[in-house]
């Protein structure tokens, strides 16, 4: 009984199409026009029982399941629910006779079940939507709340970009300033090193001067003891001449003394200068 109902079903389509005017044709890749059903196809993928896949086909070598077939079936129950006696003799449009109101009415019963399974899913569906229309302005409100955050987020991190640029041309000018300082201390320490050894040279020359002083007045002194008897004029000569050595010694003894004096506070200055630097540059 399935294949007659079909078979009925698809004249009644072609019937009723025929009531229509003809629309524009539209292309289908696998029905040219030479073909045997190519108005038929037409005439109901213009009236909306029928449709194309995505890629332009109707593969009409393709089983109709039964979904499909409910599908067709409920547009023309709408369809034919359109159709009034009034609007028949108007001819506008032909009525459907008892047959075709018998007919219906199998179909109806016979995809009653798929046709409220297809109610339900079409409400599904049009709940789903709102839904998803709903959400989606929500998300967009979100979305525009993020980029905001995001637009801050760069500010951000431009500004944070711009002080790190800042501070590492700081610390660029603080490492200039930290190697100069420390090139003058090196610079100071070898002056202070130069100077502790000119100390130390000068202190070496000192010791051998008081050791030549030493030999010296040795000497007198046994050329004394040993020409105690001689000529009273020799011994005021000789007495003489050791005062006059004795002064000059004094007065050599002295000057080095003011010279390491002098430089033994030079060395004390420059000590001090070196370790005010040494904490100045560790205190920047």
């Not at 790190?164 to 930290?178: T, V």
């Not at 046994?222 to 020799?234: A, M, P």
Request: glycine residues 4%; hydrophobic residues 45%.
């Amino acid at each position: 009984m399935g294949k007659r109902l079909i078979a009925v079903l698809v004249s009644t389509l072609i019937v009723l199409t025929l009531c229509w005017p003809a629309l524009a044709a539209i292309e289908v890749k696998d029905v040219p026009r030479g073909h045997w059903a190519y108005s038929a196809v037409q005439r109901l993928l213009e009236k909306g029982y029928l449709s194309l896949y995505q890629d332009q086909t109707f593969r009409g070598d393709s089983p109709v399941d039964r979904y499909t077939f409910a599908v067709v079936v409920a547009r023309l129950i709408s369809e034919m629910s359109m159709l009034s006696p009034a609007a028949a003799t108007s001819g506008a449009a032909a009525a459907p006779d008892k047959q075709d109101q018998e007919l219906l009415k199998q179909l109806t019963t016979e995809f009653r079940d798929e046709l409220v399974q297809l109610a339900t899913v079409d409400e599904s569906l049009r709940n789903d939507l709102i839904l998803a229309s709903k959400e989606i302005t929500v998300l967009r409100e979100d979305l525009n709340k993020i980029l905001v955050q995001v637009f801050q987020v760069q500010q951000s991190v431009t500004a944070l970009a711009n002080s790190a640029d800042e501070l590492g041309q700081r610390l660029n000018s603080l490492e200039a300033a930290q190697e100069s300082d420390v090139q003058d201390l090196l610079t100071l320490s070898n002056e202070v090193a130069q100077l502790k050894n000119e100390v130390i040279s000068l202190g070496n020359d000192y010791r051998l001067l008081e050791q030549r002083f030493n030999l010296l007045e040795k000497k007198i002194d046994d050329e004394i003891l040993t020409r105690t008897s001689g000529v009273y004029i020799r011994q005021q000569t000789l007495e003489k001449d050791l005062q006059r050595l004795s002064q000059e010694f004094e007065s050599y003894r002295r000057n080095s003394e003011a010279e390491m004096g002098e430089l033994q506070t030079r060395n004390q200055w420059l000590t001090i200068g070196a370790i005010g630097a040494l904490i100045l540059a560790i205190a920047k």
